[in-house]
């Protein structure tokens, strides 16, 4: 699976957008984006994940540039509750298109939003 | 809401003790896996299962064994358990094209 490089840690006004960067220049053709993020002491949560095109749901939108080469996990509205450390991960696909087999995690961003 | 259970959120055991960390999900899911995550090495995968009595070596599988006879249950063994195992295990599974649902963890202290 491509490595991925994250900033060490990030911080951002509560109300605010936060934009975390993710580079994956490796990344093949057949490797989906994704993002967790561990609030402290509990396990990972997913958030989102794309291929090629620009995604959003209900906690994120996540933007990847057409060269695929990198990518910004965008949270809209910061709340306090957003503190965590925030993961990008790149996964394989299998032939059928559907994603697979198992995530490897880095060191993730340190994100803290502050009052 | 969909789960993934872990059995015990804290434990303590002693060095020799044989230890079984145990984790269920409600959802069906084909895949399962085993992280521990320790400060400044973050999350490294034990091992992982695609199917029921079906698994694999992540990539620290040393000391440590599985068993999946249930498609639901997917149980850590430590055989002979050490203090450098002393850790936060964690549990997920996932279904193709699917994102990984995790558990809350079960930290796990070696005396």
């Known amino acids: 699976d491509a490595k991925t490089t994250q900033p060490t840690s990030m911080d951002c006004a509560e109300g605010r957008a936060a934009n975390l960067p993710c580079n994956h220049s490796?990344?093949?053709?057949?490797?989906?984006v994704y993002w967790y993020r561990q609030i402290h002491s509990q396990g990972p949560q997913y958030i989102i994940h794309?291929?090629?095109n620009n995604e959003t749901n209900e906690m994120a939108s996540l933007i990847i540039t057409e060269d695929r080469k990198s990518s910004t996990l965008i949270l809209p509205h910061a709340t306090l509750r957003d503190t965590a450390v925030y993961y990008c991960?790149?996964?394989?696909?299998?032939?059928?298109?559907?994603?697979?087999?198992?995530?490897?995690f880095g060191q993730g961003t340190i994100l803290t939003v502050h009052p | 809401d969909v789960k993934v259970t872990q059995s015990s959120r804290y434990l303590v055991k002693r060095t020799g003790e044989k230890v079984f960390l145990e984790c269920v999900q409600d959802?069906?899911?084909?895949?399962m896996f085993w992280y521990r995550q320790d400060p400044g090495l973050g999350l490294r995968l034990i091992y992982f299962?695609?199917?029921?009595?079906?698994?694999e070596k992540g990539d620290i599988p040393e000391g440590y064994s599985v068993s999946r006879e249930k498609k639901e249950r997917f149980s850590l063994i430590l055989e002979s358990a050490s203090t450098n195992q002393t850790s936060m295990y964690l549990c997920?599974?996932?279904?193709?094209?699917?994102?990984?649902?995790f558990g809350s963890g079960t930290r796990l202290t070696v005396v």
């Open positions: 997920a599974s996932s279904s193709p094209g699917d994102g990984y649902t």
């Open positions: 490796t990344i093949s053709g057949n490797e989906y």
């Open positions: 794309g291929l090629k």
């Open positions: 991960i790149v996964r394989a696909t299998n032939a059928g298109g559907t994603s697979y087999g198992k995530l490897t």
């Open positions: 959802m069906d899911h084909e895949n």
């Open positions: 299962s695609y199917d029921v009595k079906m698994k």
